[in-house]
């Protein structure tokens, strides 16, 4: 089962939600769709699905043109945001609706539905009706749903927003092992770049409705392929700083010299805008090459145990990623160690044209 | 553990309340009370009868069978206006202009008042220039509400059904409005048929207010007084005369305050009893459904 997605265009009310995207889904495999509310991820999964035709191009499955085929002639399975169950039907029914409108017989619909209700851990919850379940119970009997007819494409979109944190984490977990044993095409939506990393597989990123970059997961992060790329896929995201680089050195807003790496020497002299991840800005240096910038403090933002630092230089804002939690108090001088040699470069076109050199695995977060 | 502080201050607050309600509701109440266990024959002349007016009340023929046509009457409209009022909020426009449009051409009858609906639907039946009546008579049909109980009936049931059926189309129509696109969208995605739709997405999610239209549409029926009493008078002979316009004879008609005040409080008593029963019925009936609990 393979899904191409050819030229597509999505055009609803003179706006475009969708436009040119290519995109070839491999069979088996587990492939995120990351971009921020509005990007288009919801448009795209529908369109996947046949909910309704793209306004321009192909969607081929397995060679077969789906295009205007409807959603009833396909085999796919969707998750919503919403937990969405058949409200008067217990957990066992809507588990197996999808199998008994497929008219399976009644031996083979009780064993596929305590197949899946033992691998979500939810067969003790059958009797029970959805409104008397927890949200994470409800969501697990949704997937049920899903999961319990053999689909040819499997849709989640944004499955756990609405869950806590816990239950994200330990759900999300179990997805990847669902899957691992399946040929189907999983299409997972998400706006969180953390939640991309954890699923792995193949990330696309979406942004105002185009396709910016599809591969590898960790391929994809590493090596954005052009600065929305890599805003998109960090959280908080990358910090962009414009400079200028000549021969010999690097310099940040017209003040900030800097000799730069060879690596860098391999570009032509010119503007360029910057980046360096949060989590690669520290408060101690790390190497003898860092450069010490003097900045003061905004804001110390704690989210679980981690700290997103917000300082200002002098033209410049940036946000340091720093595990731990730490105080600080607004317009705190601070000494902000910046590596130069982590440093991605931008053109004035938003093409990456340089991507730091891996060492070890050291860069991640 | 009781530990609490006695505070009077709550009472305090609520006094008002209570004052307004006892002005507006318990004091009346009990005047009638006063009056159903008195034979008033003048403003110094009253005896103590108990419970004598109760019963000639319960077994006064007239009104057993003003009793039994006025469940008749109930009963018909709620099989009619419940299922057409959700038959017309699912094909209702959902979004755009056609969707307020219908909204407030649907809320019109809602609108009139009830004696107005009356006095439309008198004239819109009169055989000489009504246009229901005369359309019907050129059609050779024989029909005339004054002379005829059976097109009384079905007058007055269709001038109920054209009055209110849209309350029940607007109570369904915010339901359905209430239920998320993603429902349907994984009903399409199951093959689901639109009986399925209906039946396991829309009507569960529609109880709600079902209830609330079943327990409106009784009381509302169950009361009746204004439009059947314009269009029909009660007639011909007492073949539309409700319980509503049979108490206005007795109590203003012939002045008889006792009977009239005992027969008021058995029709109030139904009323609640009829609303009780079906109420705790229904939440019965949800709470077997779901025997763990929940809303």
Not at chain 1, 87 to 108: C, F, G, M, Q, R
Not at chain 1, 147 to 168: C, G, Q, S, T
Not at chain 1, 254 to 265: A, G, I, R, S
Not at chain 2, 19 to 38: E, G, K, R, W
Request: charged share 15%; net charge negative; with cysteine.
């Amino acid at each position: 089962m393979s899904l191409h997605l050819q030229k597509i265009d999505h055009i609803v009310n003179g706006v475009a939600h969708i436009s040119g995207i290519d995109l070839a889904l491999e069979p088996g495999s587990f492939n995120v769709l990351l971009g921020r509310t509005l990007a288009g991820k919801t448009t795209l999964m529908r369109l996947m699905a046949g909910l309704e035709p793209p306004t321009q191009g192909k969607i081929i499955l397995d060679g077969k043109d789906v295009t205007n085929v409807s959603v009833r002639k396909r085999n796919v399975s969707m998750v919503y945001q919403q937990f969405i169950n058949y409200p008067s039907l217990t957990v066992y029914d809507n588990i197996a609706s999808p199998l008994k409108l497929a008219k399976h017989p009644k031996s083979e619909i009780d064993k596929r539905v305590g197949e899946i209700a033992e691998m979500l851990h939810i067969e003790h919850l059958l009797n029970r009706y959805p409104e008397e379940l927890s949200g994470g119970q409800q969501q697990r009997t949704a997937m049920g749903r899903a999961l319990v007819k053999d689909a040819d494409l499997i849709l989640f979109d944004e499955p756990l927003v609405n869950l806590d944190y816990k239950l994200r984490e330990e759900l999300r977990d179990e997805l990847r092992e669902l899957f691992k044993a399946r040929n189907c095409i999983a299409v997972y939506a998400t706006t969180e770049p953390n939640e991309a990393l954890a699923l792995g597989g193949n990330t696309a990123v979406l942004h105002e409705g185009r396709l910016l970059q599809y591969g590898p997961t960790e391929q994809v992060y590493r090596e954005p392929n052009g600065r929305f790329s890599a805003e998109m896929f960090s959280e908080p995201p990358i910090n962009i700083v414009p400079g200028q680089l000549t021969d010999t050195e690097i310099t940040f807003d017209q003040t900030l010299h800097f000799p730069c790496d060879d690596n860098l020497k391999r570009l032509e002299p010119g503007d360029y805008d910057f980046g360096v991840r949060a989590s690669h800005l520290t408060l101690v240096p790390q190497r003898a090459d860092d450069l010490a910038l003097d900045v003061h403090v905004d804001v110390a933002e704690i989210s679980g145990s981690e700290t997103f630092l917000h300082v200002h230089h002098e033209r410049f804002p940036l946000v340091l990623h720093l595990a731990g939690i730490h105080q600080f108090s607004v317009n705190e001088p601070l000494k902000v160690y910046f590596p130069t040699h982590q440093l991605y470069a931008f053109n004035k076109q938003g093409h990456t044209v340089h991507t730091p050199a891996r060492q070890g695995g050291a860069a991640h977060g | 553990m009781n530990n609490k502080v006695p505070n009077n201050r709550a009472w305090l607050l609520v006094l008002p309340m209570l004052v307004l309600v006892a002005f507006s509701a318990i004091i009346p109440l009990m005047t009638v009370v006063n009056y159903s266990v008195q034979d008033v024959l003048g403003p110094n002349a009253r005896f103590f009868t108990g419970t004598e007016w109760f019963e000639s009340m319960l077994n006064d023929s007239a009104l057993q069978a003003a009793f039994l046509r006025q469940i008749s009457f109930s009963l018909i409209i709620l099989a009619i206006q419940i299922p057409l009022g959700i038959g017309i909020a699912l094909i209702m426009p959902k979004r755009g202009w056609q969707a307020s449009a219908v909204l407030i051409l649907i809320t019109l009858p809602l609108l009139i008042p009830w004696n107005v609906v009356g006095s439309i639907w008198q004239i819109f039946t009169r055989g000489d220039i009504g246009l229901m009546g005369w359309g019907l008579r050129e059609l050779g049909v024989d029909y005339n509400i004054t002379r005829n109980a059976g097109d009384a009936w079905v007058t007055i049931v269709l001038m109920d059904v054209w009055h209110w059926t849209p309350l029940v189309a607007m109570l369904c129509y915010s339901g359905l409005r209430s239920i998320p696109e993603a429902y349907y969208q994984a009903a399409r995605i199951d093959r689901a048929s639109k009986w399925a739709v209906f039946r396991y997405i829309q009507l569960p999610k529609l109880t709600n207010v079902l209830v609330i239209a079943v327990l409106l549409r009784f009381m509302h029926s169950f009361m009746i007084y204004a439009e059947p009493f314009v269009l029909t008078g009660g007639g011909p002979g007492s073949a539309t005369t409700f319980l509503s316009q049979s108490l206005t004879t007795m109590a203003v008609g012939q002045q008889d305050l006792g009977p009239s005040a005992a027969f008021s409080l058995i029709y109030f008593l139904v009323i609640l009893l009829v609303s009780w029963v079906f109420y705790t019925t229904i939440m019965h009936m949800q709470k077997d459904k779901h025997p763990h609990g929940g809303a």
